[in-house]
């Protein structure tokens, strides 16, 4: 299975009403909250076997798919 599905599996089991592949503005635009950050980090962890610290945790990082996979690729080099 591609990272890519991996990551939209991963997301769908935190927000299965969000549009993860086809929103761009996932944090600026308010449809992810604090909450949801927190839910997607825990979730990431687990499907990439990766720990995402707390100072990581941007609006930025998680705009958007590319920008959530850009942060999982960080840390699965790390």
Do not use: C, W
Not at 8 to 22: M, T
Not at 31 to 44: G, R, Y
Not at 45 to 74: K, M, S
């Amino acid at each position: 299975m591609d990272e890519k599905k991996i990551l939209l599996d991963a997301l769908a089991e935190v927000r299965d009403d969000v549009d993860f592949a086809g929103e761009e503005h996932l944090v600026e635009d308010g449809i992810l909250d604090s909450l949801d950050l927190t839910k997607i980090i825990a979730s990431l962890d687990e499907a990439f076997d990766i720990h995402i610290p707390a100072g990581e945790i941007e609006p930025e990082n998680f705009d958007n798919l590319q920008a959530i996979l850009d942060l999982v690729h960080r840390y699965q080099k790390a």
